[in-house]
């Protein structure tokens, strides 16, 4: 049994930056959150978890990302094994 990182950029909905923070550090509990600028003032968030490869998917927790109120956009930007 092996350990998974999965980094994720998230994409919030307009002027909904701050919502969708707060609601993944409240409803999924990641490793770490931070925000990043795109462009021009455009901000994406960071997220960061890690499970045992046996307990969960990257793709259940993608879906439940993009289940969270404010958000837009989920994708993996990196995977690995740690």
Request: no cysteine; glycine share 4%.
């Amino acid at each position: 049994m092996g350990k998974v990182a999965v980094l994720y950029r998230v994409f919030p909905k307009e002027n909904e930056l701050e919502t969708a923070l707060a609601n993944i550090k409240k409803k999924l509990k990641p490793v770490s959150i931070e925000t990043q600028e795109l462009a021009f003032g455009i901000k994406i968030i960071r997220v960061l978890f890690t499970f045992n490869d046996s307990d969960a998917s990257s793709s259940r927790i993608e879906e439940q990302l993009k289940g969270i109120e404010g958000v837009s956009e989920v994708e993996v930007e990196e995977e690995t094994l740690v």
